[in-house]
């Protein structure tokens, strides 16, 4: 037996798309996770023209990975918390962040890292796995409230490999905290494969290590991550504890749009795993049960690229950040040397 | 503020625990955490007592990891609890390092004040007492290198008390280093009721004339008893006690050292890049043309803490060293 099967891996549809057997999600459910993809999608392909254009700075694509962001997005509330890395602008958009905010965010500008006070999530963290102890306290808080509300933080297959990643698994473990660790294995940490970076080839093995489940979801397969998503949320709520969850995926694009992979692997590969693209196994799966044909994909795309260029038209309208804004807002009240460094911005002094 | 009822005759250690145990009080969102710090009421005792009063949801050990204390606190934080987090001692800290530097002081401002961190990070700190190796660092200059972290150290009962109580309900970051050396060393009236001292401000100790001594935490006594021996001579000494190095109280420090014309700037850690090279610049910076003599600093010298009791003394600045300086700066 090997040992990539001592844990198995959950899926529902085929490459293509067609169901494997009984679905656990409604036909509307299904409908409403094709177009979470879709939405997710449209931004990522749009997001890309607007950075060759000059018009965003690095931004970390997602191509590939849409169904394991997605489906995670879609078993949280909206009282729930989403912990991010730099990579699951899919995640924020299915959560609730408006694309604008998401626009300016990824344009560094300030008016895009501001939240939404309607929206529980941490703007995305560039540092490695530190962002897993933050979430299991997040996690934990919300049981101190006396809340039922779960966190779901997300890393790749190269963050576990950071001493963050551990002790955020442990503490959450040893508190019983609600939260789902989400580790989007994508074969790819940059330029260094999986197999370079541990010898586990199965991520959620690890969570034996921890007491807690470790599951395994074909992350190209929406209904798979989704169904496993939602049990782990359940379970959580319930006070059971967190749940580690792999998603197998493969990063189709690049790191960031300032990335080249041609320096580092054979392309052929992406060409493989394009072909299990969990949009269009989406697709494949509602045309299967009679859900979808090419006039609603067509009204599906007008649609997304009006709300886009709406998105894009209230991003523009945000007014320019200021010079002084630089030592604004680093302590609560700023102290002398915060009065004087904004004095000297501002020309006052 | 000062309180109504009396006072007692507190050490430091007890004037924390009543700090905190006032602070459980005071707000059902605080929280109490750390290494050891539940049944056994910390390596220090400085939280005696409170899990069995607050309970272990409240006051609670977590597991022996420090990045992890920090970033599960920060999480607890942005979330809307107040956590107080112990480091068993300062030199504990550095595994916690790139949750503080990468997103302690970071949070507020990168969020724009979406999310915020009410925490409060407590941590032994310095030598004298005869500590086993990496329990006697005084490593503030890496704290104060941080943005939006603010740093403050205590160097009396009545002072700790109000200072922490003002540190758990600030709406930063806080770190709050503790004097390992006046932990039980020395005792003071400390009054009973909840009280907060204001952040961000310098106190003169001591006033004097000849010449300031600038200083903070377990360094203040030490300047006191140098002040005691000059004053023996004549010279009277003035002493600033900083307390909070972030938000530094500039105008306090300029002020006493417009009015001597001298100063000494003493701290135990190693003096290259210590804190005290930044008390040093502002000095030189804003009040040059009222100094008669150069700055000098007394400090811990260019090499680690030494991890030999025999020799420990050395390391740390003495009375005898500040009356060196003190000698120096009057003789120029």
Request: net charge negative.
């Amino acid at each position: 037996m090997r040992y990539t099967d001592l844990v198995e891996t959950i899926q529902f549809l085929a490459d293509d798309g067609r169901p494997l057997g009984d679905l656990p999600l409604s036909s509307d459910e299904l409908l409403h996770g094709y177009r979470a993809l879709r939405r997710a999608r449209h931004f990522d392909e749009r997001a890309l023209v607007l950075q060759r254009q000059g018009r965003l700075g690095v931004y970390p694509l997602f191509r590939g990975q849409e169904a394991s962001q997605v489906g995670v997005a879609l078993a949280l509330r909206k009282d729930d918390w989403i912990v991010p890395s730099y990579r699951e602008t899919a995640a924020a958009i299915t959560f609730g962040m408006p694309l604008s905010r998401l626009i300016l965010s990824w344009r560094a500008d300030p008016a895009g890292w501001r939240i939404p006070e309607d929206v529980n999530m941490i703007q995305f963290y560039i540092p490695i796995a530190t962002q897993v102890p933050q979430a299991a306290g997040i996690a934990h808080a919300q049981r101190l409230q006396g809340r039922d509300a779960v966190a779901a933080v997300f890393i790749g297959d190269g963050g576990t490999s950071e001493g963050d990643f551990h002790e955020g698994l442990n503490f959450a473990s040893v508190f019983d905290a609600p939260l789902l660790i989400v580790v989007q294995n994508n074969g790819w940490a940059i330029s260094v494969p999986t197999r370079k970076q541990m010898k586990v080839q199965r991520i959620a093995l690890k969570a034996q290590g921890y007491g807690i489940p470790g599951v395994v979801a074909d992350g190209n397969d929406l209904v798979a991550v989704w169904h496993a998503a939602r049990q782990a949320a359940e379970r959580a709520r319930r006070g059971d504890g967190p749940t580690l969850l792999e998603t197998l995926t493969y990063r189709i694009a690049p790191h960031t749009s300032s990335d080249d992979p041609s320096r580092y692997r054979d392309e052929g590969e992406a060409g493989e795993w394009a072909k299990k693209d969990p949009v269009l196994r989406m697709r494949g799966c509602l045309t299967h049960l009679g859900l979808w044909d090419a006039d609603k994909e067509n009204a599906l795309t007008e649609e997304l690229e009006t709300e886009f260029l709406a998105a894009l038209e209230e991003a523009h309208a945000a007014p320019e950040p200021k010079p002084w804004e630089i030592v604004e807002q680093v302590f609560a009240e700023m102290g002398p040397d915060q009065q004087r460094d904004w004095a000297y911005l501002r020309g006052e002094s | 503020m000062i309180a109504e009822r009396g006072t007692r005759v507190l050490n430091n250690v007890q004037a924390i625990n009543e700090a905190l145990d006032l602070a459980l009080e005071h707000d059902p969102r605080t929280l109490l955490f750390g290494e050891d710090v539940g049944v056994m009421g910390g390596v220090f005792r400085a939280s005696d007592g409170l899990q069995a009063k607050y309970g272990e949801k409240r006051v609670f050990d977590t597991p022996l990891a420090e990045a992890g204390i920090v970033g599960f606190g920060i999480g607890l934080a942005m979330a809307g609890m107040r956590p107080i987090a112990e480091i068993q001692f300062a030199g504990f800290l550095y595994p916690a390092l790139d949750q503080v530097l990468s997103h302690l002081g970071r949070m507020r401002h990168r969020t724009r004040g979406r999310h915020t961190i009410p925490m409060v990070i407590r941590a032994p700190y310095g030598g004298g007492v005869k500590t086993p190796e990496q329990h006697a660092d005084s490593p503030e200059a890496v704290l104060c290198h941080v943005p939006g972290v603010k740093v403050i150290i205590p160097s009396s009962p009545e002072r700790a008390k109000g200072l922490l109580l003002s540190a758990i309900a600030d709406p930063d970051p806080v770190f709050f280093l503790e004097p390992i050396k006046l932990y039980r060393g020395v005792k003071a009236e400390v009054p009973e009721d909840y009280y907060t001292l204001p952040l961000g401000k310098a106190r003169v100790v001591r006033e004097g004339d000849a010449a300031s001594l600038l200083c903070y935490g377990g360094m203040v006594e030490v300047c006191q008893k140098a002040a005691e021996v000059a004053a023996r001579e004549g010279v009277e000494l003035e002493i600033v006690d900083l307390e909070t190095l972030t938000p530094l109280d500039t105008g306090t420090i300029l002020e006493s050292v417009r009015k001597t014309g001298r100063a000494v700037v003493v701290y135990e850690a190693m003096r290259t890049g210590g804190f005290g090279a930044e008390i040093s610049a502002r000095i030189a910076e804003e009040a040059l043309d009222f100094l008669q003599a150069p700055i000098v600093r007394v400090a811990g010298w260019d090499a680690p803490y030494p991890p030999f009791s025999a020799v420990e003394n050395f390391y740390r600045p003495d009375a005898k060293r500040v009356l060196e300086a003190v000698r120096k700066v009057l003789t120029h």
